[in-house]
């Protein structure tokens, strides 16, 4: 198959670093995951973001397959908004579209996984369909090749960020085709009755991330975490964690804008953004 930096970085069992982008625009994706070599992986967020699941993550993700095989992997973290079966079709979109993964978030229950896994699978190991015209070329191989061999390299990652995610955590873990434990310190914190990390989580909800990380390892599974700096990024792979966000497209817009004018002035920023 074509290059896919996730994939390779969790068969070597090495740390991936990532950048999320939540700005719309095929010009936009591109220009961040040519932005390091040490890029691993981007995640077009269709949740939060202001990037469209149909046709904002699939143009985003052609212009992301043009940089060739120096291109970092391409995720899409869906919205799953509405009733429980509504990721199913947000799914086939955002596969469809050429994405080599995807993050569902809210997930809270081993049957909720095992449908997520189904989703992703061609099969007989799952129940995705067959057909798009497109999706192939933005892996660089003929459809036979995809077809054969996407059930393997499509990352398959589940959001733990609230209570009843924590309480069930062990099943989750458990469900086989799973490839990774996604954690949102944000959500996580607010769902759990503390105040979102600032930028560190509460020593509480540090408690449960801990547990997330340990509980997905003993399961085969790998733990990413969501991190709003390098440094923070630095210290969660420290302590273990297989994937991890370091930079956002607005945080890193944002905190480069100030500091240039904090150079060009001469006078702090007072305060600061939002550090999401």
Known sequence: MTSHALYAAFKASTPAFGAWITLPGGLTARYIADSSPHLSFVMIDCEHGATSLSPGASEAIHAIAALGGAAPSVLV??????????????????????????????VSSAEKAKEIVSDCRFPPAGRRGYGNPFTHMTWSVGRADYLNKANEYIMVIVQIENKEGVENLEQIAAVDGLDALFIGPYDLSLGLGYPPPSPDPHPEVEIVIQRILEVAHSNGKKCAIYCSSGKQAAQRAKQGFDMINASSDQGALAKGIARDLEDATGAQTAGGGFGY
């Not at 973290?77 to 569902?104: E, F, M």
């Open 77 to 106: 973290r869906i919205p799953a908004t509405g009733t429980c079966s509504s990721t199913s079709w947000q799914i086939k979109y955002a596969l469809d579209a050429g994405a080599k993964g995807v993050l569902v978030p809210m």
